[in-house]
């Protein structure tokens, strides 16, 4: 079983927590509650019986299109931290719950950097900029990590899928 999720929820919050006078102190309950809302399903699926799970946590958001180079990249991306590190402590509890289940953590904030940093080697040639601008579709998508500002292209799905198997079979 892949579970991947949390982020639409720290989309939401990013607005209200940027102006918000205390803006680190009003997203973590969001990114929190994201967490524990993972950490639920990882946690009935395991009890479900499944024999293996992988979970991915999430990326840095800095490092995308829709973030990169704006003020609230920062406030992002402690979201994004703050959202990992709950849900590393709650699969922690998981797996010592359900001893019968393999659960896998995929790190996409690590792995982020090394895509950004030698994206050539994972086959694409631009990780900086959106394939489609809302309007059109660029002729090369191929080329692109992103589809939009945060969305993989097809390419780079399938940069993180062998990446998944390389987790699955071989670990960090």
């Known amino acids: 079983v892949s579970i991947l999720g949390g982020a639409n929820n720290i989309f939401q919050g990013l607005p209200a927590a940027g102006v918000s006078p205390t803006?680190?102190?009003?997203?973590?309950?969001?990114?929190?509650?994201?967490?524990?809302?993972?950490?639920?399903?990882?946690?009935?699926?395991?009890?479900?019986?499944?024999?293996?799970?992988?979970?991915?946590?999430?990326?840095?958001l800095s490092l995308t299109p829709q973030f990169r180079g704006q003020p609230v990249a920062p406030l992002a991306d402690y979201a994004v931290t703050t959202f990992n590190g709950a849900l590393l402590t709650g699969l922690t509890a998981t797996a010592a719950a359900q001893p019968g289940t393999n659960i896998i953590m995929m790190d996409l904030f690590k792995i982020g950097d090394v895509i950004a940093g030698n994206p050539s080697a994972f086959g694409v040639s631009n990780v900086t900029q959106a394939c489609f601008n809302g309007v059109t579709v660029c002729s090369n998508p191929d080329d692109y990590f992103y589809f939009d500002g945060v969305h993989p292209t097809a390419k780079g799905h399938a940069v993180i899928a062998r990446l998944a198997n390389d987790y699955l079979y071989y670990g960090d």
Request: proline fraction near 8%.
């Open 23 to 60: 803006p680190q102190a009003s997203i973590a309950p969001v990114s929190l509650a994201a967490a524990a809302d993972m950490n639920a399903i990882v946690g009935a699926v395991a009890q479900a019986g499944a024999g293996t799970i992988l979970v991915t946590n999430l990326p840095k």
